[in-house]
Protein backbone atom coordinates (compact mmCIF):
# COMPACT_ATOMS: atom_id res chain seq x y z
CA UNK A 1 0.00 0.00 0.00
CA UNK A 2 2.98 1.96 0.92
CA UNK A 3 4.33 1.60 -2.51
CA UNK A 4 1.55 2.57 -4.15
CA UNK A 5 1.07 6.19 -2.64
CA UNK A 6 4.57 6.42 -3.21
CA UNK A 7 3.92 5.97 -7.23
CA UNK A 8 1.19 8.02 -7.19
CA UNK A 9 3.32 11.25 -5.69
CA UNK A 10 5.83 10.26 -7.99
CA UNK A 11 6.28 12.43 -11.58
CA UNK A 12 7.38 9.44 -13.04
CA UNK A 13 4.51 7.29 -12.39
CA UNK A 14 1.50 8.99 -13.70
CA UNK A 15 -1.10 7.26 -15.90
CA UNK A 16 -0.85 10.36 -17.89
CA UNK A 17 2.88 10.27 -19.67
CA UNK A 18 4.63 13.14 -19.73
CA UNK A 19 6.18 14.42 -23.25
CA UNK A 20 9.23 16.36 -21.91
CA UNK A 21 11.63 16.59 -25.38
CA UNK A 22 9.01 18.30 -27.40
CA UNK A 23 10.56 21.32 -28.72
CA UNK A 24 8.00 22.17 -31.95
CA UNK A 25 4.43 21.83 -32.65
CA UNK A 26 3.97 20.81 -36.23
CA UNK A 27 2.40 23.41 -38.16
CA UNK A 28 -0.49 21.34 -39.52
CA UNK A 29 -1.82 21.07 -35.79
CA UNK A 30 -1.78 25.15 -35.08
CA UNK A 31 -5.44 25.74 -36.14
CA UNK A 32 -7.17 22.89 -35.41
CA UNK A 33 -8.14 24.67 -32.17
CA UNK A 34 -8.42 28.35 -32.03
CA UNK A 35 -4.98 29.90 -30.04
CA UNK A 36 -6.95 32.28 -27.84
CA UNK A 37 -8.62 28.75 -26.38
CA UNK A 38 -5.22 27.37 -26.06
CA UNK A 39 -3.85 30.22 -24.75
CA UNK A 40 -6.29 31.07 -21.97
CA UNK A 41 -6.75 26.85 -20.80
CA UNK A 42 -2.86 26.07 -21.36
CA UNK A 43 -2.96 23.25 -23.74
CA UNK A 44 -1.86 22.46 -27.74
CA UNK A 45 -3.00 20.16 -29.73
CA UNK A 46 0.26 18.10 -30.82
CA UNK A 47 -0.73 14.95 -33.31
CA UNK A 48 -3.46 13.60 -34.52
CA UNK A 49 -4.06 10.45 -36.20
CA UNK A 50 -6.78 7.69 -36.62
CA UNK A 51 -9.74 10.06 -35.15
CA UNK A 52 -7.50 11.13 -32.31
CA UNK A 53 -6.35 13.94 -31.16
CA UNK A 54 -3.01 14.02 -29.20
CA UNK A 55 -3.10 17.23 -26.33
CA UNK A 56 -0.33 18.55 -24.29
CA UNK A 57 -1.88 19.84 -20.96
CA UNK A 58 0.09 20.99 -17.77
CA UNK A 59 -2.12 19.50 -14.91
CA UNK A 60 -4.71 17.39 -14.03
CA UNK A 61 -6.95 19.40 -13.43
CA UNK A 62 -7.43 20.31 -16.95
CA UNK A 63 -9.08 17.08 -17.24
CA UNK A 64 -12.89 18.76 -17.88
CA UNK A 65 -11.50 20.93 -20.36
CA UNK A 66 -10.45 17.78 -22.18
CA UNK A 67 -13.59 16.40 -21.87
CA UNK A 68 -15.23 19.48 -23.30
CA UNK A 69 -12.82 19.22 -26.45
CA UNK A 70 -13.69 15.79 -27.12
CA UNK A 71 -17.75 17.02 -27.19
CA UNK A 72 -16.53 20.19 -28.99
CA UNK A 73 -14.47 18.18 -31.74
CA UNK A 74 -15.94 14.84 -31.89
CA UNK A 75 -12.30 13.13 -31.67
CA UNK A 76 -11.17 10.86 -28.48
CA UNK A 77 -8.19 12.28 -26.90
CA UNK A 78 -5.18 11.18 -25.82
CA UNK A 79 -3.02 13.71 -23.21
CA UNK A 80 0.26 14.21 -22.47
CA UNK A 81 1.73 16.32 -19.66
CA UNK A 82 4.04 19.35 -20.62
CA UNK A 83 5.99 21.15 -18.42
CA UNK A 84 4.25 25.03 -17.97
CA UNK A 85 7.25 26.69 -18.95
CA UNK A 86 7.62 24.81 -22.34
CA UNK A 87 3.79 24.80 -22.36
CA UNK A 88 4.64 29.06 -22.58
CA UNK A 89 7.34 28.61 -24.97
CA UNK A 90 4.90 26.24 -27.60
CA UNK A 91 2.26 28.52 -27.54
CA UNK A 92 4.60 31.61 -28.07
CA UNK A 93 5.86 29.86 -31.11
CA UNK A 94 2.64 29.10 -32.30
CA UNK A 95 1.65 32.76 -31.99
CA UNK A 96 4.58 33.83 -33.67
CA UNK A 97 4.56 31.74 -36.80
CA UNK A 98 0.68 32.76 -36.82
CA UNK A 99 1.66 36.55 -37.13
CA UNK A 100 4.18 35.56 -39.38
CA UNK A 101 2.08 33.96 -41.90
CA UNK A 102 -0.58 36.77 -41.64
CA UNK A 103 1.92 39.88 -42.05
CA UNK A 104 3.07 37.45 -45.29
CA UNK A 105 -0.47 37.18 -46.51
CA UNK A 106 -1.18 40.78 -46.18
CA UNK A 107 2.43 42.45 -47.87
CA UNK A 108 1.78 39.48 -50.69
CA UNK A 109 0.12 41.03 -53.74
CA UNK A 110 -3.23 39.79 -55.04
CA UNK A 111 -3.27 38.85 -59.02
CA UNK A 112 -6.31 38.04 -60.21
CA UNK A 113 -6.62 35.11 -62.45
CA UNK A 114 -7.69 35.95 -65.93
CA UNK A 115 -11.13 34.78 -66.00
CA UNK A 116 -11.65 36.21 -62.32
CA UNK A 117 -10.71 39.74 -64.15
CA UNK A 118 -12.76 39.53 -67.25
CA UNK A 119 -15.77 38.86 -64.97
CA UNK A 120 -15.26 41.91 -63.29
CA UNK A 121 -14.66 44.50 -66.26
CA UNK A 122 -17.54 42.67 -67.71
CA UNK A 123 -19.70 43.06 -64.57
CA UNK A 124 -18.63 46.91 -64.44
CA UNK A 125 -19.22 47.67 -68.29
CA UNK A 126 -22.96 45.91 -67.65
CA UNK A 127 -23.22 48.08 -64.70
CA UNK A 128 -21.79 51.20 -66.12
CA UNK A 129 -22.33 51.14 -69.64
Request: contains cysteine; proline residues 5%; glycine residues 4%.
Amino acid sequence: MEMMAKMADSPFYSLIPRLDTIRRVPSRYHRILPLELMKSYQFIVVGAAGGILTVAITNHQQRTIIQSLEKLTGYSIFTVFVDQSRMRLLIDRIERCEHRKYRKLLGRPYYLHRIQLQCIVSFLLAEYP
